[in-house]
Protein backbone atom coordinates (compact mmCIF):
# COMPACT_ATOMS: atom_id res chain seq x y z
CA UNK A 1 0.00 0.00 0.00
CA UNK A 2 1.62 3.42 -1.01
CA UNK A 3 1.92 5.82 2.16
CA UNK A 4 0.82 9.33 1.72
CA UNK A 5 2.82 12.85 3.13
CA UNK A 6 1.21 16.18 3.40
CA UNK A 7 3.30 18.63 1.10
CA UNK A 8 4.54 21.39 3.99
CA UNK A 9 4.15 23.88 1.28
CA UNK A 10 1.01 23.55 0.33
CA UNK A 11 -0.74 21.34 2.50
CA UNK A 12 -1.84 18.92 -0.33
CA UNK A 13 -0.93 15.11 0.33
CA UNK A 14 1.77 13.84 -1.84
CA UNK A 15 2.27 10.03 -3.06
CA UNK A 16 5.64 8.38 -1.70
CA UNK A 17 7.18 5.68 -3.43
CA UNK A 18 8.91 1.88 -1.29
CA UNK A 19 11.96 2.64 0.66
CA UNK A 20 11.25 6.34 0.18
CA UNK A 21 14.45 7.50 2.55
CA UNK A 22 16.59 9.68 0.90
CA UNK A 23 14.87 10.10 -2.24
CA UNK A 24 12.61 13.55 -3.16
CA UNK A 25 9.41 14.09 -4.87
CA UNK A 26 7.45 16.73 -6.32
CA UNK A 27 4.42 17.76 -5.00
CA UNK A 28 1.84 18.15 -7.71
CA UNK A 29 0.15 20.78 -6.92
CA UNK A 30 2.65 23.88 -6.25
CA UNK A 31 5.83 21.90 -7.72
CA UNK A 32 8.09 21.88 -4.91
CA UNK A 33 10.40 19.31 -4.30
CA UNK A 34 10.88 17.03 -1.05
CA UNK A 35 12.98 14.80 0.21
CA UNK A 36 12.17 12.28 1.96
CA UNK A 37 13.73 11.21 5.80
CA UNK A 38 12.57 8.95 8.69
CA UNK A 39 11.09 11.00 11.38
CA UNK A 40 14.26 9.67 13.70
CA UNK A 41 16.70 11.60 11.42
CA UNK A 42 14.01 14.36 11.06
CA UNK A 43 14.69 14.96 14.51
CA UNK A 44 18.14 15.45 14.74
CA UNK A 45 18.62 18.09 12.29
CA UNK A 46 19.85 21.49 13.74
CA UNK A 47 16.96 23.31 11.72
CA UNK A 48 13.55 21.78 12.28
CA UNK A 49 11.26 21.93 9.54
CA UNK A 50 7.63 21.12 8.78
CA UNK A 51 6.43 17.45 9.23
CA UNK A 52 3.81 16.50 7.14
CA UNK A 53 1.45 13.42 8.65
CA UNK A 54 2.60 10.24 7.25
CA UNK A 55 -0.85 7.74 6.82
CA UNK A 56 0.45 4.54 7.74
CA UNK A 57 4.03 5.28 7.98
CA UNK A 58 6.99 6.57 9.88
CA UNK A 59 8.06 8.83 6.85
CA UNK A 60 8.67 12.71 7.60
CA UNK A 61 8.66 14.87 4.37
CA UNK A 62 10.85 18.49 4.33
CA UNK A 63 11.64 20.50 1.81
CA UNK A 64 15.39 20.25 0.80
CA UNK A 65 17.45 20.69 3.77
CA UNK A 66 20.87 19.99 4.35
CA UNK A 67 21.78 18.14 7.29
CA UNK A 68 25.57 18.29 8.53
CA UNK A 69 25.47 13.89 9.27
CA UNK A 70 24.10 13.46 5.90
CA UNK A 71 24.48 10.26 5.48
CA UNK A 72 26.30 8.91 2.55
CA UNK A 73 23.68 7.14 0.22
CA UNK A 74 21.78 10.97 0.31
CA UNK A 75 21.12 12.26 -3.29
CA UNK A 76 22.86 14.81 -4.01
CA UNK A 77 20.89 18.21 -3.99
CA UNK A 78 19.52 19.76 -7.02
CA UNK A 79 19.40 23.40 -5.59
CA UNK A 80 15.96 24.54 -4.75
CA UNK A 81 16.17 24.54 -1.14
CA UNK A 82 18.33 26.71 1.04
CA UNK A 83 21.07 25.12 2.55
CA UNK A 84 21.17 27.44 5.44
CA UNK A 85 17.17 27.56 6.37
CA UNK A 86 16.43 24.40 4.65
CA UNK A 87 13.55 25.76 2.83
CA UNK A 88 12.15 25.23 -0.48
CA UNK A 89 13.16 28.03 -3.08
CA UNK A 90 13.00 28.11 -6.80
CA UNK A 91 16.53 28.13 -7.69
CA UNK A 92 16.15 31.56 -9.52
CA UNK A 93 15.57 32.85 -5.73
CA UNK A 94 19.18 31.26 -4.37
CA UNK A 95 21.92 32.75 -3.99
CA UNK A 96 25.24 31.84 -3.52
CA UNK A 97 27.50 32.49 -0.59
CA UNK A 98 30.14 30.76 0.61
CA UNK A 99 29.67 27.66 -1.71
CA UNK A 100 26.67 27.44 -0.11
CA UNK A 101 22.85 28.24 -1.85
CA UNK A 102 21.35 31.12 0.10
CA UNK A 103 18.13 32.55 0.35
CA UNK A 104 17.63 36.50 0.59
CA UNK A 105 16.60 36.02 4.31
CA UNK A 106 19.09 34.45 5.55
CA UNK A 107 21.74 36.41 3.46
CA UNK A 108 20.13 39.74 5.04
CA UNK A 109 20.20 37.86 8.70
CA UNK A 110 24.10 37.22 8.24
CA UNK A 111 24.73 40.24 6.31
CA UNK A 112 23.30 42.29 10.08
CA UNK A 113 26.17 39.73 11.96
CA UNK A 114 28.88 40.65 9.64
CA UNK A 115 28.48 44.26 9.16
CA UNK A 116 27.27 43.50 5.78
CA UNK A 117 30.14 41.82 4.56
CA UNK A 118 28.57 38.13 3.98
CA UNK A 119 31.51 36.23 2.13
CA UNK A 120 34.77 35.58 4.21
CA UNK A 121 36.83 36.62 1.26
CA UNK A 122 39.41 38.88 2.75
CA UNK A 123 38.25 42.30 2.44
CA UNK A 124 40.74 45.74 1.74
CA UNK A 125 39.36 48.06 4.03
CA UNK A 126 40.97 51.05 2.29
CA UNK A 127 39.35 50.04 -1.34
CA UNK A 128 37.44 52.74 -3.28
CA UNK A 129 33.63 51.88 -3.89
CA UNK A 130 32.34 52.39 -7.30
CA UNK A 131 28.59 53.93 -8.15
CA UNK A 132 27.23 52.27 -11.12
CA UNK A 133 24.64 53.17 -12.98
CA UNK A 134 21.21 51.62 -13.46
CA UNK A 135 21.39 48.75 -16.13
CA UNK A 136 18.10 49.81 -17.36
CA UNK A 137 15.23 48.04 -17.76
CA UNK A 138 16.55 43.65 -18.88
CA UNK A 139 15.95 41.82 -22.28
CA UNK A 140 18.38 41.37 -25.22
CA UNK A 141 19.40 44.67 -27.28
CA UNK A 142 18.25 44.07 -31.04
CA UNK A 143 19.81 46.51 -33.52
CA UNK A 144 17.41 48.69 -36.48
CA UNK A 145 15.95 46.22 -38.80
CA UNK A 146 16.81 49.10 -41.43
CA UNK A 147 20.06 51.44 -41.38
CA UNK A 148 20.44 54.19 -43.68
CA UNK A 149 24.22 54.05 -44.52
CA UNK A 150 26.17 54.14 -47.87
CA UNK A 151 25.30 50.13 -48.64
CA UNK A 152 21.39 51.07 -48.26
CA UNK A 153 21.61 54.37 -50.45
CA UNK A 154 24.12 52.41 -53.03
CA UNK A 155 21.61 49.50 -53.05
CA UNK A 156 18.69 51.74 -53.59
CA UNK A 157 20.81 53.73 -56.61
CA UNK A 158 21.27 50.31 -58.19
CA UNK A 159 17.89 49.17 -58.19
CA UNK A 160 16.33 52.81 -59.47
CA UNK A 161 19.24 52.52 -62.20
CA UNK A 162 18.06 49.38 -63.43
CA UNK A 163 13.99 50.03 -63.19
CA UNK A 164 14.97 52.84 -65.29
CA UNK A 165 16.82 51.21 -68.14
CA UNK A 166 14.42 48.47 -68.02
CA UNK A 167 11.56 50.94 -68.53
CA UNK A 168 13.60 52.70 -71.55
CA UNK A 169 14.55 49.40 -73.02
CA UNK A 170 10.91 48.52 -73.20
CA UNK A 171 9.73 51.64 -74.75
CA UNK A 172 12.56 52.33 -76.94
CA UNK A 173 13.79 48.73 -78.77
CA UNK A 174 17.28 47.95 -80.12
CA UNK A 175 17.21 48.86 -83.44
CA UNK A 176 18.48 45.69 -86.12
CA UNK A 177 20.92 46.21 -88.71
CA UNK A 178 20.58 45.42 -92.01
CA UNK A 179 24.42 44.48 -92.72
CA UNK A 180 26.35 40.83 -92.25
CA UNK A 181 28.58 40.82 -89.87
CA UNK A 182 31.69 40.15 -91.62
CA UNK A 183 33.43 37.44 -90.02
CA UNK A 184 36.65 38.12 -88.16
CA UNK A 185 39.94 35.53 -87.34
CA UNK A 186 40.79 34.00 -84.00
CA UNK A 187 44.26 36.58 -83.98
CA UNK A 188 43.71 39.25 -86.20
CA UNK A 189 47.31 40.68 -87.12
CA UNK A 190 48.03 44.15 -85.45
CA UNK A 191 47.62 46.84 -87.96
CA UNK A 192 48.80 49.89 -87.46
CA UNK A 193 47.90 52.04 -90.31
CA UNK A 194 49.27 54.75 -91.11
CA UNK A 195 48.47 58.42 -93.46
CA UNK A 196 50.31 57.01 -96.24
CA UNK A 197 48.58 53.82 -96.29
CA UNK A 198 44.71 54.90 -95.86
CA UNK A 199 45.70 57.13 -98.57
CA UNK A 200 47.47 54.96 -101.35
CA UNK A 201 45.58 52.00 -100.63
CA UNK A 202 43.29 52.35 -103.50
CA UNK A 203 45.69 52.87 -105.69
CA UNK A 204 47.61 49.73 -104.80
CA UNK A 205 44.73 47.71 -104.97
CA UNK A 206 44.10 49.30 -108.30
CA UNK A 207 46.95 48.13 -109.60
CA UNK A 208 47.06 44.78 -108.09
CA UNK A 209 43.73 43.78 -109.54
CA UNK A 210 44.97 45.16 -113.22
CA UNK A 211 47.32 43.21 -112.92
CA UNK A 212 45.98 40.22 -111.64
CA UNK A 213 43.94 40.46 -115.12
CA UNK A 214 46.32 41.48 -117.36
CA UNK A 215 48.49 38.49 -116.25
CA UNK A 216 45.04 36.45 -116.91
CA UNK A 217 44.90 37.78 -120.56
CA UNK A 218 48.76 36.56 -120.81
CA UNK A 219 49.88 40.11 -121.33
CA UNK A 220 52.75 39.14 -118.89
CA UNK A 221 55.06 42.18 -119.98
CA UNK A 222 52.17 44.76 -118.91
CA UNK A 223 51.10 42.27 -115.89
CA UNK A 224 54.87 42.51 -114.74
CA UNK A 225 54.78 46.30 -115.62
CA UNK A 226 51.90 46.64 -113.11
CA UNK A 227 53.47 45.28 -110.03
CA UNK A 228 56.45 47.14 -110.47
CA UNK A 229 54.86 50.46 -110.18
CA UNK A 230 53.35 48.71 -106.71
CA UNK A 231 56.90 48.05 -105.34
CA UNK A 232 58.59 51.29 -106.96
CA UNK A 233 55.30 53.06 -104.87
CA UNK A 234 56.26 51.44 -101.57
CA UNK A 235 59.77 51.69 -102.29
CA UNK A 236 61.45 53.62 -98.62
CA UNK A 237 57.81 53.88 -97.07
CA UNK A 238 57.08 53.20 -93.51
CA UNK A 239 54.23 50.52 -94.13
CA UNK A 240 51.97 50.26 -91.25
CA UNK A 241 48.81 48.00 -92.63
CA UNK A 242 49.59 44.05 -93.28
CA UNK A 243 47.14 44.18 -96.17
CA UNK A 244 49.53 46.58 -97.81
CA UNK A 245 52.52 44.72 -96.94
CA UNK A 246 51.04 41.07 -97.91
CA UNK A 247 50.14 43.06 -101.73
CA UNK A 248 53.39 44.56 -102.19
CA UNK A 249 55.47 41.02 -100.96
CA UNK A 250 52.98 39.24 -103.71
CA UNK A 251 53.64 42.01 -106.52
CA UNK A 252 57.44 41.32 -105.86
CA UNK A 253 57.10 37.67 -106.35
CA UNK A 254 54.37 38.36 -109.38
CA UNK A 255 57.37 40.73 -111.36
CA UNK A 256 60.27 37.86 -110.84
CA UNK A 257 57.63 34.97 -111.94
CA UNK A 258 56.63 36.91 -114.53
CA UNK A 259 60.31 38.13 -115.62
CA UNK A 260 61.24 34.37 -115.59
CA UNK A 261 58.02 33.65 -117.72
CA UNK A 262 59.15 36.20 -120.02
CA UNK A 263 62.76 35.27 -120.30
CA UNK A 264 61.55 31.44 -120.81
CA UNK A 265 58.97 32.51 -123.78
CA UNK A 266 61.69 33.75 -125.73
CA UNK A 267 64.54 31.52 -124.86
CA UNK A 268 64.61 29.49 -128.66
CA UNK A 269 64.42 25.33 -127.99
CA UNK A 270 67.37 23.30 -128.67
CA UNK A 271 67.08 19.54 -129.31
CA UNK A 272 68.07 17.56 -126.48
CA UNK A 273 70.96 15.76 -126.86
CA UNK A 274 71.82 12.22 -125.65
CA UNK A 275 71.65 12.13 -121.35
CA UNK A 276 74.19 11.63 -119.33
CA UNK A 277 73.73 11.28 -115.38
CA UNK A 278 76.34 12.06 -113.10
CA UNK A 279 76.46 9.92 -110.07
CA UNK A 280 76.75 11.92 -106.81
CA UNK A 281 78.82 11.81 -104.10
CA UNK A 282 77.88 8.72 -101.86
CA UNK A 283 77.96 11.09 -98.51
CA UNK A 284 76.10 14.11 -99.83
CA UNK A 285 71.82 14.50 -100.96
CA UNK A 286 71.68 13.44 -104.80
CA UNK A 287 71.82 15.86 -107.20
CA UNK A 288 69.14 16.69 -110.18
CA UNK A 289 69.22 14.90 -113.13
CA UNK A 290 71.19 17.13 -115.70
CA UNK A 291 70.86 16.45 -119.29
CA UNK A 292 74.00 17.40 -121.04
CA UNK A 293 75.62 16.83 -124.29
CA UNK A 294 78.28 14.55 -124.34
CA UNK A 295 80.79 15.62 -127.69
CA UNK A 296 84.07 16.33 -126.42
CA UNK A 297 84.60 12.27 -125.17
CA UNK A 298 88.67 11.88 -125.46
CA UNK A 299 89.75 10.20 -128.37
CA UNK A 300 93.31 7.63 -128.39
CA UNK A 301 96.42 9.35 -129.33
CA UNK A 302 94.62 13.44 -128.43
CA UNK A 303 95.59 15.58 -125.92
CA UNK A 304 92.57 14.87 -123.47
CA UNK A 305 94.70 11.29 -122.97
CA UNK A 306 95.55 13.51 -120.03
CA UNK A 307 92.40 13.09 -117.90
CA UNK A 308 94.14 16.16 -115.38
CA UNK A 309 94.37 18.35 -118.04
CA UNK A 310 90.85 17.39 -119.56
CA UNK A 311 89.30 18.14 -115.94
CA UNK A 312 91.01 21.94 -115.65
CA UNK A 313 90.19 22.68 -118.75
CA UNK A 314 86.37 21.76 -118.63
CA UNK A 315 86.30 23.55 -115.36
CA UNK A 316 88.25 26.81 -116.27
CA UNK A 317 86.06 26.99 -119.48
CA UNK A 318 83.06 26.42 -117.17
CA UNK A 319 84.04 29.31 -115.40
CA UNK A 320 84.84 31.55 -118.20
CA UNK A 321 81.31 31.14 -119.30
CA UNK A 322 79.53 32.14 -115.56
CA UNK A 323 81.78 35.03 -116.20
CA UNK A 324 80.30 35.79 -119.61
CA UNK A 325 76.82 35.10 -117.78
CA UNK A 326 77.60 37.67 -114.93
CA UNK A 327 78.68 40.44 -116.95
CA UNK A 328 75.43 39.95 -119.42
CA UNK A 329 71.68 41.58 -117.57
CA UNK A 330 68.23 40.27 -118.02
CA UNK A 331 67.64 37.15 -120.57
CA UNK A 332 71.29 37.56 -122.35
CA UNK A 333 72.88 35.66 -119.39
CA UNK A 334 70.71 32.57 -120.09
CA UNK A 335 72.46 30.93 -122.55
CA UNK A 336 75.69 31.43 -121.08
CA UNK A 337 74.45 29.78 -117.80
CA UNK A 338 73.38 26.61 -119.78
CA UNK A 339 76.47 26.18 -121.44
CA UNK A 340 78.11 26.28 -118.36
CA UNK A 341 75.71 23.66 -117.09
CA UNK A 342 77.03 21.36 -119.40
CA UNK A 343 80.18 22.05 -119.14
CA UNK A 344 80.56 21.23 -115.13
CA UNK A 345 78.37 18.10 -115.56
CA UNK A 346 80.87 16.96 -118.28
CA UNK A 347 83.57 17.47 -115.69
CA UNK A 348 81.66 15.63 -112.90
CA UNK A 349 81.71 12.96 -115.36
CA UNK A 350 85.55 12.44 -115.50
CA UNK A 351 85.98 12.76 -111.62
CA UNK A 352 83.60 10.15 -111.08
CA UNK A 353 85.69 7.84 -113.68
CA UNK A 354 88.96 9.27 -111.84
CA UNK A 355 87.03 8.62 -108.18
CA UNK A 356 87.40 11.68 -107.60
CA UNK A 357 83.76 12.98 -106.48
CA UNK A 358 84.52 13.73 -102.62
CA UNK A 359 83.59 17.11 -101.27
CA UNK A 360 87.56 17.76 -99.97
CA UNK A 361 88.53 17.57 -103.83
CA UNK A 362 88.52 20.93 -104.99
CA UNK A 363 87.92 19.82 -108.53
CA UNK A 364 84.55 18.05 -107.61
CA UNK A 365 83.68 21.16 -105.36
CA UNK A 366 84.12 23.16 -108.03
CA UNK A 367 82.31 21.33 -110.63
CA UNK A 368 79.06 21.72 -108.13
CA UNK A 369 79.69 25.12 -106.69
CA UNK A 370 79.96 26.25 -110.75
CA UNK A 371 76.59 24.13 -111.21
CA UNK A 372 74.99 26.31 -108.68
CA UNK A 373 75.61 29.54 -110.32
CA UNK A 374 74.25 28.60 -113.01
CA UNK A 375 71.02 27.47 -111.90
CA UNK A 376 71.30 30.88 -109.96
CA UNK A 377 71.59 32.52 -113.46
CA UNK A 378 69.03 30.68 -114.78
CA UNK A 379 66.46 31.63 -111.80
CA UNK A 380 66.17 27.75 -110.77
CA UNK A 381 67.04 28.26 -107.12
CA UNK A 382 65.77 24.94 -105.91
CA UNK A 383 68.45 23.10 -107.85
CA UNK A 384 71.10 25.88 -106.65
CA UNK A 385 70.38 25.27 -103.43
CA UNK A 386 70.96 21.57 -103.62
CA UNK A 387 73.93 21.84 -105.20
CA UNK A 388 75.66 24.47 -102.72
CA UNK A 389 74.45 21.75 -99.93
CA UNK A 390 76.98 19.58 -101.62
CA UNK A 391 80.07 22.16 -100.71
CA UNK A 392 82.55 21.51 -97.95
CA UNK A 393 81.78 22.96 -94.42
CA UNK A 394 81.92 25.75 -93.52
CA UNK A 395 82.11 27.16 -96.63
CA UNK A 396 84.31 29.56 -98.14
CA UNK A 397 83.05 33.79 -98.71
CA UNK A 398 82.05 32.65 -102.19
CA UNK A 399 79.81 29.93 -101.13
CA UNK A 400 78.50 31.75 -98.10
CA UNK A 401 77.62 34.93 -100.74
CA UNK A 402 76.39 32.90 -103.27
CA UNK A 403 73.72 30.98 -100.93
CA UNK A 404 72.70 34.56 -99.49
CA UNK A 405 72.04 35.75 -103.04
CA UNK A 406 69.86 32.65 -103.63
CA UNK A 407 68.16 33.54 -99.56
CA UNK A 408 67.31 37.20 -101.03
CA UNK A 409 66.15 36.59 -104.50
CA UNK A 410 63.55 34.02 -103.01
CA UNK A 411 62.40 36.63 -100.33
CA UNK A 412 63.05 33.17 -97.85
CA UNK A 413 64.87 33.57 -94.60
CA UNK A 414 66.14 36.88 -94.74
CA UNK A 415 66.97 36.44 -90.97
CA UNK A 416 69.14 33.69 -91.90
CA UNK A 417 70.85 35.89 -94.67
CA UNK A 418 71.48 39.26 -92.02
CA UNK A 419 73.25 36.37 -89.96
CA UNK A 420 75.86 34.93 -92.48
CA UNK A 421 76.69 38.29 -93.53
CA UNK A 422 77.37 39.55 -89.99
CA UNK A 423 78.93 36.69 -89.24
CA UNK A 424 81.41 36.69 -92.36
CA UNK A 425 81.80 40.95 -91.88
CA UNK A 426 82.94 39.86 -88.06
CA UNK A 427 86.17 38.38 -88.98
CA UNK A 428 89.44 39.52 -90.50
CA UNK A 429 88.91 37.86 -94.03
CA UNK A 430 85.44 39.71 -94.45
CA UNK A 431 86.20 42.98 -92.28
CA UNK A 432 86.90 44.75 -95.99
CA UNK A 433 83.71 42.80 -98.03
CA UNK A 434 82.30 45.51 -99.40
CA UNK A 435 79.62 43.45 -101.60
CA UNK A 436 78.73 41.37 -98.13
CA UNK A 437 78.48 44.74 -96.44
CA UNK A 438 75.95 46.28 -99.52
CA UNK A 439 74.39 43.26 -99.09
CA UNK A 440 73.33 43.68 -95.90
CA UNK A 441 72.49 47.03 -96.15
CA UNK A 442 70.04 46.23 -98.74
CA UNK A 443 68.37 43.75 -97.06
CA UNK A 444 68.10 45.24 -93.72
CA UNK A 445 67.18 48.76 -95.89
CA UNK A 446 63.52 46.46 -97.16
CA UNK A 447 62.43 46.81 -93.29
CA UNK A 448 60.65 49.90 -92.46
CA UNK A 449 62.11 51.52 -89.16
CA UNK A 450 59.32 50.50 -87.41
CA UNK A 451 59.62 47.16 -87.87
CA UNK A 452 62.99 47.16 -87.12
CA UNK A 453 62.15 48.79 -83.54
CA UNK A 454 59.62 46.14 -83.16
CA UNK A 455 61.58 43.37 -83.59
CA UNK A 456 64.79 42.93 -81.15
CA UNK A 457 66.91 40.52 -83.87
CA UNK A 458 66.96 43.11 -86.26
CA UNK A 459 67.65 45.89 -84.00
CA UNK A 460 70.50 44.19 -83.20
CA UNK A 461 71.76 43.48 -86.88
CA UNK A 462 70.98 47.46 -87.82
CA UNK A 463 73.30 48.10 -85.12
CA UNK A 464 75.49 45.40 -85.68
CA UNK A 465 75.71 47.32 -88.96
CA UNK A 466 76.32 50.53 -87.83
CA UNK A 467 78.89 49.58 -85.58
CA UNK A 468 80.66 48.46 -88.92
CA UNK A 469 79.83 51.52 -91.04
CA UNK A 470 81.89 53.15 -88.17
CA UNK A 471 85.13 51.62 -88.59
CA UNK A 472 85.04 51.41 -92.45
CA UNK A 473 84.74 55.33 -92.28
CA UNK A 474 87.87 55.80 -90.60
CA UNK A 475 89.21 54.63 -93.97
CA UNK A 476 87.09 57.28 -95.68
CA UNK A 477 87.92 60.79 -94.16
CA UNK A 478 85.21 63.48 -95.05
CA UNK A 479 82.85 61.18 -96.40
CA UNK A 480 79.56 59.28 -95.03
CA UNK A 481 77.75 56.52 -96.84
CA UNK A 482 74.48 57.19 -98.64
CA UNK A 483 73.06 53.82 -99.23
CA UNK A 484 75.69 51.81 -100.66
CA UNK A 485 78.25 54.46 -101.75
CA UNK A 486 80.70 56.85 -99.80
CA UNK A 487 80.16 60.66 -100.56
CA UNK A 488 81.38 63.82 -99.50
CA UNK A 489 80.12 64.70 -96.20
CA UNK A 490 78.34 68.22 -97.36
CA UNK A 491 76.40 65.93 -100.07
CA UNK A 492 75.03 63.96 -97.30
CA UNK A 493 73.63 66.92 -95.89
CA UNK A 494 72.47 68.03 -98.64
CA UNK A 495 70.58 65.15 -99.15
CA UNK A 496 69.29 64.66 -95.88
CA UNK A 497 67.86 67.77 -96.12
CA UNK A 498 66.46 67.42 -99.58
CA UNK A 499 64.88 64.11 -98.44
CA UNK A 500 63.18 65.59 -95.00
CA UNK A 501 61.70 68.85 -97.84
CA UNK A 502 60.40 65.79 -100.20
CA UNK A 503 58.97 63.57 -97.74
CA UNK A 504 57.45 66.94 -96.34
CA UNK A 505 55.98 67.88 -99.92
CA UNK A 506 54.45 64.40 -100.18
CA UNK A 507 52.86 64.18 -96.63
CA UNK A 508 50.47 67.36 -97.96
CA UNK A 509 50.04 66.33 -101.10
CA UNK A 510 48.66 62.68 -100.08
CA UNK A 511 46.73 64.66 -97.27
CA UNK A 512 45.10 67.06 -99.89
CA UNK A 513 44.37 64.27 -102.38
CA UNK A 514 42.54 62.31 -99.22
CA UNK A 515 39.94 66.06 -98.95
CA UNK A 516 39.71 66.07 -102.76
CA UNK A 517 39.10 62.47 -103.39
CA UNK A 518 36.52 62.53 -100.02
CA UNK A 519 34.54 65.93 -102.28
CA UNK A 520 34.59 63.24 -105.27
CA UNK A 521 32.65 60.58 -103.46
CA UNK A 522 30.28 63.07 -101.46
CA UNK A 523 29.33 65.13 -104.56
CA UNK A 524 29.78 62.45 -108.03
CA UNK A 525 26.03 61.84 -107.11
CA UNK A 526 25.06 65.45 -107.05
CA UNK A 527 23.32 66.93 -109.82
CA UNK A 528 22.84 70.81 -108.54
CA UNK A 529 25.07 73.41 -110.23
CA UNK A 530 26.73 74.19 -106.91
CA UNK A 531 27.30 70.46 -106.35
CA UNK A 532 28.72 69.98 -109.94
CA UNK A 533 30.71 72.95 -109.59
CA UNK A 534 32.72 71.71 -106.27
CA UNK A 535 32.71 68.24 -108.26
CA UNK A 536 34.68 69.73 -111.00
CA UNK A 537 37.10 71.94 -108.89
CA UNK A 538 38.07 68.65 -106.91
CA UNK A 539 38.86 66.12 -109.77
CA UNK A 540 41.00 69.04 -111.05
CA UNK A 541 42.39 69.58 -108.03
CA UNK A 542 43.05 65.49 -107.84
CA UNK A 543 44.93 65.41 -111.57
CA UNK A 544 47.41 68.38 -110.14
CA UNK A 545 47.87 66.70 -107.05
CA UNK A 546 48.37 63.42 -108.30
CA UNK A 547 51.00 64.63 -111.35
CA UNK A 548 53.06 66.19 -108.72
CA UNK A 549 53.11 63.55 -106.14
CA UNK A 550 54.46 61.32 -108.85
CA UNK A 551 57.48 63.44 -110.23
CA UNK A 552 58.43 63.37 -106.60
CA UNK A 553 58.16 59.77 -106.14
CA UNK A 554 60.06 59.23 -109.52
CA UNK A 555 62.68 61.90 -108.52
CA UNK A 556 62.83 61.15 -104.83
CA UNK A 557 66.36 61.25 -103.24
CA UNK A 558 66.58 58.43 -101.49
CA UNK A 559 69.73 56.28 -99.85
CA UNK A 560 70.51 54.05 -102.91
CA UNK A 561 70.34 50.39 -102.47
CA UNK A 562 71.20 47.01 -104.77
CA UNK A 563 68.61 46.34 -106.90
CA UNK A 564 67.42 43.04 -107.68
CA UNK A 565 69.00 42.89 -110.66
CA UNK A 566 72.20 43.86 -108.76
CA UNK A 567 72.29 41.10 -106.18
CA UNK A 568 74.48 38.57 -108.19
CA UNK A 569 76.44 35.64 -107.51
CA UNK A 570 80.63 35.52 -107.26
CA UNK A 571 82.64 33.72 -109.01
CA UNK A 572 84.66 30.73 -107.40
CA UNK A 573 87.87 30.92 -106.22
CA UNK A 574 90.38 28.05 -109.21
CA UNK A 575 93.30 28.44 -107.72
CA UNK A 576 93.46 25.48 -105.56
CA UNK A 577 92.32 23.74 -109.01
CA UNK A 578 95.03 25.17 -110.86
CA UNK A 579 97.81 24.76 -108.45
CA UNK A 580 97.02 20.58 -108.31
CA UNK A 581 96.79 21.48 -112.16
CA UNK A 582 100.81 22.91 -112.38
CA UNK A 583 101.76 20.53 -109.44
CA UNK A 584 100.58 17.12 -111.80
CA UNK A 585 102.01 18.61 -114.78
CA UNK A 586 105.67 18.59 -113.03
CA UNK A 587 105.37 15.26 -111.69
CA UNK A 588 104.07 13.19 -114.82
CA UNK A 589 105.98 12.54 -118.07
CA UNK A 590 105.30 14.93 -121.08
CA UNK A 591 103.22 13.50 -123.94
CA UNK A 592 104.52 12.58 -126.53
Known amino acids: MAKIIRCPNCGENVEIPPNPTGQMVTCVACGTVLRLKSKKSAQQDDHGSMSGSAMGGSMSATTIAQSSDRSSDDPPSLGSECE ?169 QESESLATSIAAAATPTTPTPAPVQPAPAPQNPPGPVVEVPDNVAPKEGSVFDDVEVAIIDKLNAGVQRLENGLAQTGDAATNPAKEALVIFSEARGLLIKEKRNAPEDPAWSLSNHGTAIAYTLLRNYGFAVDYLDRLPQPPDRAALINRVVVLLQTRENKAEAIQMLLGHLRTDAGADDTYALNLLGTTLARYSDDVILKEKALADAQTA ?128
Open 84 to 252: VCGQSFDPGDLVEDRGKLTCRACMKKQGKATGGITSRMARNEGAATFDFADAGPTGPRRGKMINFGMPFFGGAFAAVLVIACNAYLAFNPKPAGSKTVAPVAENPAVSAETDWDKRNKPTIEQLMSEGSALKQQEKLADAKAKYDAVVTMAKGQAIGSQDIRRMVDLAE
Open 465 to 592: YNDIIKKIATKHPGEKRWGIRWIPAAEYEQNVKTLASQRQRMDFLEKQLAIVRGKITKYENNTTQTGQAILREARDSEGRYATELDKLRTGLKSEEWLTPEQIVPVLPDVSAVNARSQSSSTTKPAAR
